[in-house]
């Protein structure tokens, strides 16, 4: 071996030495841990130390230099499905802080015997409860999905399949588009629900004005059929959007096309 092999290999023993007398310095080991909240929190408003380091598993007193931010994230956002880990970040020496947001309930989706699922934007069930549920300005939109209802067993913390609800996936961000927040789309909307005719299938917004409407292929040009169903709206006279469908469809020239019909 030559001496240049010999210093290399000598230098990578002292190094890796070095490495373990770090990493089992006890002032690298974590020893304090801080919530940093980045929204507005109702359901997560007694958040603590101790369910976030039990949800996420995280040992206090692990070297924060073999943290596993991917599972510690999984593993609190399954325990706590309200939450949504933004970063988990390690201040030195030994804090560790986790940022998040409190997801927010935009859908209610009918399960059997009674049941509701409170679902985020992405589908994910928030919880599940028994209580009769009415959509008002206030709370959820009812969503009429035409899954069996009779077989379908979800929990709080699953993600549903989001190729179930395609035809709702982009109405957040049409509504977003328009300016609306998740809060203002809840106030605008009371139910959704999904027709199919010989036409194709149709996406029913039930607004609490009045006015229904109807999009036609919504899974497709989700933006831009909904915000042409908001300019019509907002040339009908204070009666007419009491009442009535506003129609999105394509038409002979395969155009985007509104109508109305009282």
């Known amino acids: 071996m030559t001496k240049n092999k010999t210093l290399a290999v000598v230098l990578v023993i002292l190094f890796v030495l070095a490495l373990l007398i770090v990493l089992g310095q006890s002032v690298f080991r974590v020893g304090k841990v801080e919530l940093v909240a980045h929204t507005t929190t109702h359901y997560l408003s007694t958040l603590t130390e101790d ?13 924060v230099f073999l943290l596993d931010r991917d599972d510690y994230k999984a593993n609190l956002e399954a325990s706590q499905p309200y939450i949504q880990v933004l970063a988990i970040e390690v201040v030195w020496p030994n804090t560790v802080k986790f940022h998040y947001a409190e997801r ?3 859908y209610a989706l ?8 409170y679902l985020d934007e992405n589908f994910k069930v928030l919880r599940v409860s028994q209580a009769e549920f009415n959509s ?25 399949n989001k190729d179930d609800f395609a035809d709702f996936v982009g109405l ?8 609306y927040s998740l809060t203002q789309m809840e ?5 959704l629900s999904i027709t199919t005719d010989d036409d194709g299938r149709k996406l029913n917004i039930q607004t609490f004005l009045g006015v229904n409407i109807q999009i036609l292929n919504s899974a497709y040009h989700t ?3 909904v915000s042409l169903a908001y300019q019509m709206m907002s040339q009908l006279t204070e009666s007419e959007r009491a009442r009535g469908t506003i129609y999105v469809f394509k038409n002979n020239l395969d155009v985007l096309e509104t109508r109305y019909i009282a």
């Open 110 to 117: 009918q399960l059997s015997d009674g049941y509701y699922a």
């Open 104 to 106: 927010v309930e935009i």
């Open 136 to 160: 008002t300005q206030q709370n959820c939109i009812l969503l009429n999905q035409s899954l069996d209802k009779t077989v379908l067993d979800v929990h709080a913390g699953d993600f549903l």
């Open 51 to 63: 369910s976030v380091l039990s949800g996420s598993k995280l040992d206090k007193g692990k070297s």
């Open 223 to 225: 933006t831009q059929k």
């Open 172 to 179: 957040v961000e049409a509504y977003a588009s328009l300016g």
């Open 187 to 191: 106030s605008m909307i009371s139910s």
